[in-house]
């Protein structure tokens, strides 16, 4: 009975409402302290690990986040930082999140002849939507993937796209004949964007759709758009690094909405290949006459067990080439032709080789694209002034010493500035300058491979290298004969880091057709 009287006691005691707040209150101190505790330990130890690395200021709290302003200035400061902080700089993001971003081509050398995996932070945004395909998988599952996926880019399917990619760019070139004969500025991307769509659809998944001559924008470009947009804003936004407050949040919800209609049209296109490769006689002919598309080879594909690729690993890596297959291609292509606008002399140069080549054919084949060397270096210069991903990033599963024997250990995040290195001043010679012959083949000789890295170099390189150079390729030439591009001195493009490189007011230019054109 005293037991009882005794913790009747207690509970009045320690449940009485003015009581019980003071516990409460006492117990989320201790909790709100314990939080602080780990994240200025960590902070601590993030500082000891990159004592060797100087870097630009960064705000105890948000880093070195409001240094960029998104205002079209934020590649500069990395140029302008990289120039005082030779080699590498960590940029912190947070009081806990420091990137090591490395610039120089002796440092990138080092990271990306490792099999060292993406960071698990920035790219962990992207699975909802990409699933893990190659861009974001690692160890076992990335090396089967990439080994039952590469013979989808092998010579003998690639030179049949070339056609494929030629009618895309004839659309795209038929429409722009009402800008050229008014010679009114107009915006590159949004057209490149369907151009590149109708190009992947066609050439990766044989599927034929009417993208570029449909009315309204198309769902599935703005949808990309949009969740490049919002994984930039959840990277920025510190609270929304945590995966429960961002599903909450209203940016959470676009996101996720964004995601079913990149989802309903990867889907969309699966299904309808699936239908097809059940018509026997359709599957026996594609492969007599050996022009497997990537999805043909997705479906088909076994590895040495003879097992096949599950629907989800199919759908992430639809998904996967679906937008790298036609964001950073319509991206390079936009800053191509941006870039021929503004220097004359180039593109004329080019316009007379792809002439010559072509021999007033209307359209240009397999054996035509790799005549235009001048061309090629005209590309290879935009790509070096305007990569089109900017940037990545690997997480350190090992300590990494680099050439100057500095060290970061495991568990560090290393950024490779694409964009720093293309405009690195100690590498390149006047870097903002636009100078094809750095690509004449005695000088690319006497530079470091890793000196020039759009499609990244390594293991981990993209798989898709050479569909996006045929199709940049095709594309250029296609333009080059048909029409004159024309610096618009009213807008000067404003360049933003996000998933690709774009513009914040967009890319324009004019154009007018040539003389034996109508």
């Not at 006459?289 to 590895?303: G, Y």
């Not at 005209?378 to 680099?402: D, H, N, Q, W």
């Not at 006497?446 to 569909?467: D, E, Y």
Request: glycine share 6%; net charge neutral.
């Amino acid at each position: 009975m005293e037991v009882f009287d005794y913790l009747e006691g207690v509970v009045k005691r320690y449940l009485e409402p003015f009581r019980f707040y003071h516990v409460f209150g006492f117990v989320c101190i201790i909790y709100i302290a314990i939080i602080l505790t780990r994240v200025a330990l960590k902070r601590k130890r993030l500082m000891r690990e990159f004592e060797e690395f100087p870097g630009p200021p960064a705000h105890w709290l948000f880093g070195n986040v409001n240094d960029f302003l998104q205002d079209g200035t934020d590649l500069e400061k990395i140029t302008t930082w990289g120039e005082k902080y030779p080699y590498a700089f960590p940029l912190w993001f947070g009081p806990t999140l420091a990137i090591l971003n490395i610039h120089h081509p002796a440092y990138v050398k080092t990271i990306l002849a490792s099999t060292e995996p993406k960071d698990d932070f920035g790219y962990r945004f992207l699975t909802p939507w990409i699933g893990e395909g190659l861009l974001v998988s690692a160890g076992q599952r990335w090396f089967r993937h990439r080994r039952l996926l590469t013979p989808g880019f092998h010579y003998d399917i690639l030179k049949p796209y070339v056609k494929l990619m030629a009618d895309s760019a004839k659309v795209m070139l038929d429409k722009w004949e009402a800008y050229a004969k008014t010679e009114e500025s107009f915006e590159l991307f949004q057209h490149v964007s369907l151009m590149t769509l109708d190009s992947i659809l066609k050439c990766a998944f044989s599927c034929h759709s009417n993208c570029q001559t449909e009315s309204g924008s198309n769902k599935y470009i703005q949808a990309v758009y949009e969740l490049c947009d919002l994984i930039n804003i959840r990277f920025r936004m510190l609270p929304y690094h945590s995966d429960i407050i961002f599903h909450l949040s209203p940016h959470g919800y676009r996101y996720r909405r964004a995601c079913k209609i990149a989802h309903n049209h990867t889907e969309e296109v699966i299904r309808k290949r699936k239908e097809a490769l059940t018509n026997e006689k359709e599957q026996q002919f594609s492969q007599k006459k050996r022009n497997l598309d990537f999805l043909d080879i997705l479906l088909c594909a076994r590895d040495e067990q003879q097992q096949g690729l599950s629907d989800e690993d199919i759908r992430a890596e639809v998904d996967t080439f679906m937008f790298e297959g036609h964001d950073t291609t319509s991206s390079g292509l936009a800053w191509i032709l941006y870039i021929l606008a503004n220097n004359p002399e180039h593109q004329e140069k080019c316009r007379k080789e792809i002439q010559q080549v072509l021999k007033g054919k209307d359209s240009i084949d397999w054996e035509d694209i790799n005549k235009i060397p001048y061309t090629t270096m005209c590309i290879k210069e935009s790509l070096r002034l305007y990569p089109p991903v900017p940037g990545m990033a690997r997480k350190l599963t090992k300590p990494m010493t680099f050439f100057d024997g500095r060290t970061v250990p495991e568990g560090c995040i290393v950024g490779t500035s694409v964009y720093g290195i293309h405009r690195n001043a100690t590498v390149w010679e006047n870097p903002h300058v636009f100078d094809p012959l750095r690509f004449l083949p005695e000088n690319t000789a006497k530079r470091s491979p890793h000196a020039f890295v759009p499609f990244s170099a390594g293991s981990r390189n993209c798989i898709g290298q050479n569909f996006a150079m045929n199709e940049m390729k095709v594309v250029v030439a296609l333009t080059l004969k048909k029409y004159i591009l024309i610096k618009d001195p009213d807008h000067t493009p404003k360049m933003i880091p996000r998933l690709v490189l774009r513009s914040i007011n967009g890319v324009n230019i004019k154009i007018r057709f040539i003389e034996n054109e109508p």
